[in-house]
């Protein structure tokens, strides 16, 4: 397995949508950077006659949505990643929003064959201050790698997130 470079992502996303839109200001040496979409999903009510435990909130483009110290939030991003069945994909933070206060939780691999926005899992680690997310900013950069073989069963077959728009809570 190796990891794919700037020109077979530009590659991959102009010919087969593997990443879209596409913009050739957000390819990077080995990563293609991506921007944050304007659905979150933040904890609702959880008891009373209605026990929702998530509560949608959209914004416009130039609207800010608040994360306060400790609290986290379901995002996603702007693009839209169509996996072909013989590559994978590593989501990560970028540093800059790592320094601000973010962290995102670890659930960001992506199985070959996997077609859809990527639902972020994000919390603000401070102690004190609010970071502020706007839609289409960048907010990570996904890896990809080739694999050696395509596997027999891609997530196109076994995948419960498959073509999934917005923040996508768990189904379980």
Known sequence: MSSLVDFQIRDLSRNLGMVEPFESEQICPASYDVRLGNMFKREGRICGP?????????????????????????????????????????????????REGIQHLFAGFLDPGFHGQVTLELKNVTMRHTVILKPGM?????????????????????????NDLGAVESKG
């Open 50 to 98: 209605d026990p929702k435990r998530w509560t949608d909130c959209h914004l416009e483009k130039d609207e800010e949505f608040e994360l306060y110290p400790g609290h986290f939030v379901l995002a996603h991003t702007l693009e839209y990643v169509r996996l072909p069945n013989d590559i994978e994909a590593q989501f990560q933070l970028k540093s800059s929003r790592a």
């Open 138 to 162: 960048l907010i990570g950069q996904l890896r990809f790698a080739q694999l050696s073989e395509k596997p027999m069963r891609p997530y196109s077959l076994t995948g419960r997130y498959m």
